[in-house]
């Protein structure tokens, strides 16, 4: 089955990412200039990916789309899984086909999958750190600009969830949206009068909280606060909404964060700031 995202265009995210490597519409570009001027047009190579760390693996069938954009005969084999989690050495898709394409494909590809599984590996780390069933990890809107549903995608295969996915599915209301309606409860009765039904509101103080429910949150984001404040905002909310705590939130306080019995913690540097995972590629002349 073709690998599908809702609102994502695989085809078009190929196509681009292609034609910036390539230089397609710049003066002189348009081609592979190294492999067009060193690889016979009629070569064929045979290729191996596999990780090089223990990974979470995200990505994959998009890297087989680069390959099949330049060479739609390929023989492409995915080894693994989405979400898979795999330890150094393992092989992750083997492939057979023109030489110049996998050559010319080979670092979107890479760069795509290195990327993604970056992401679903440390989620993973910061999931297993959290140690909490009864709470859930979401990702923020911290995504570079034009991956957002890819690295969106990638946190799910690290076992993480997504918050809101942009500005159109969901109100959040921050402090600057208090300073210019004036209060917490002024801002929330505005977006309740605007039709919208769900209202994520901040509050980075307990008194915050009452004013903010009695308007009509529906979901309450507990701002920098530490572990024990997040219990007593959590003791007054008292499962009125769901409490989402989120800022400060790093591999050392996540466990006692989550464990303050909000139901959902989010972390910004789980798109923002991960890591590549070391994945590599080498062929073999056939």
Not at 36 to 62: K, N, Q, T, Y
Not at 136 to 162: C, F, H, Q, W
Not at 231 to 237: L, P
Request: charge should be negative.
């Amino acid at each position: 089955m073709a690998f599908q995202l809702p609102g994502f265009d695989l085809a078009a995210f190929v196509r681009a990412t292609l034609a910036e490597d390539l230089g397609t519409g710049l003066p002189g570009g348009g081609h592979d200039v190294t492999s067009e001027s060193v690889i016979p047009a009629d070569a064929r190579f045979s290729g191996v990916m596999d990780s090089r760390d223990a990974i979470m693996v995200a990505g994959l069938p998009i890297a087989e789309a680069f390959f099949r954009a330049l060479d739609p005969a390929m023989e492409i084999e995915l080894l693994v899984e989405e979400g898979a989690q795999v330890g150094p050495g393992t092989d992750l898709m083997r492939l057979s086909g023109n030489a110049r394409a996998m050559l010319t494909a080979e670092r979107s590809a890479l760069n795509t999958v290195q990327h993604l599984s970056g992401i679903a590996t440390l989620v993973r780390t910061y999931v297993d750190a959290m140690d909490n069933p009864h709470c859930t990890l979401l990702d923020t809107r911290k995504t570079i600009p034009g991956l957002r549903m890819l690295e969106k995608y990638a946190v799910r295969m690290g076992g993480g969830s997504n918050h809101r996915m942009g500005l159109w599915d969901a109100a959040m209301i921050k402090d600057n949206h208090v300073l210019v309606a004036g209060s917490v409860g002024e801002a929330v009765r505005r977006a309740v009068a605007a039709g919208v039904t769900e209202i994520i509101c901040e509050v980075d103080r307990l008194d915050q909280i009452e004013p903010a429910l009695a308007a009509g949150a529906t979901r309450l984001l507990l701002d920098n606060m530490s572990a024990e404040t997040l219990r007593e905002a959590v003791g007054i909310v008292n499962g009125r909404v769901p409490t989402e705590a989120s800022g400060g939130i790093n591999l050392d306080t996540i466990k006692a964060k989550a464990a303050s019995g909000v139901n959902y913690v989010s972390v910004g540097r789980l798109t923002q700031s991960a890591p590549a995972a070391d994945i590599g590629l080498d062929f073999t002349p056939l």
